[in-house]
């Protein structure tokens, strides 16, 4: 079945370490995208990528690295984490001159930093 | 301002009733908006999206656009209380160079009582 797949669904972390996230789409999509959900609050976007090899802060860059070296893998790295409450990490994908970017989401990761 | 803002509720409703939802956005620019519903833990689900000025109906889902006004809304007839979740607000902002980014509301808790 086509979809996009995140991976570990929940992950623990010691304050400090780095930590990836993997995102995988077999859609065929251009676009990928990385959201952060924190308890109560909206999405926020981290990082987003139109094509292979290429990729654009968002709002909340600070912290993470992203790379795009297959149209199908979009990696996200939480660099020296933070111990905050669980967020919620959100992969997404596009096309992004179809349907005005819609865009869909994986089933998302939670990452615990303690 | 924020660029994209909701009223994070809780909405309540009454089963069978009609449930609204309102967004307002701050980028005369944009051209596409869509609605997301999001269950507690899971990813956001897309309902529907709206390009155009006025209604767009699909099912018990109606979304509304004035772009003069820069609102947007959906409605949900014969509110259900499997319709309880949390419902995003986002718009696609145009970004030079590219087809733009998706930036979402924070989301308004809607609760549909039996």
């Known amino acids: 079945d086509g979809g996009i797949t995140q991976s570990p669904k929940y992950l623990f972390r010691k304050e400090g370490q780095n930590v990836t996230l993997s995102c995988e789409q077999n859609l065929n999509h251009d676009a990928m995208y990385w959201y952060r959900q924190d308890p109560g609050q909206g999405l926020r976007l981290i990082y987003y990528s139109q094509i292979v090899n290429d990729f654009q802060k968002g709002d909340i860059a600070e912290g993470y690295s992203v790379s795009r070296e297959k149209k199908e893998s979009f990696p996200l790295t939480v660099t020296s984490a933070q111990k905050n409450p669980p967020a919620f990490y959100l992969c997404a994908s596009s096309i992004p001159r179809y349907s005005g970017n819609t865009i869909y989401f994986g089933e998302g990761s939670w990452l615990t930093v303690v | 301002q924020k660029e994209v803002e909701q009223n994070s509720g809780p909405l309540s409703v009454p089963e069978g009733a009609i449930a609204s939802l309102n967004c307002t956005y701050s980028d005369r620019g944009s051209q596409s908006f869509f609605w997301y519903r999001q269950y507690s833990g899971k990813s956001p689900e897309l309902i529907m999206f709206?390009?155009?000025?006025g209604d767009k109906e699909d099912g018990r889902f109606t979304a509304q656009l004035n772009k003069a006004s820069q609102y947007v809304s959906l409605l949900i007839r014969d509110s259900q209380p499997s319709d309880s979740a949390t419902y995003l607000c986002a718009v696609n902002m145009f970004v030079v160079g590219n087809t733009g980014k998706l930036i979402f509301g924070q989301g308004t808790t809607l609760q549909v009582k039996p």
């Open positions: 709206i390009y155009s000025n």
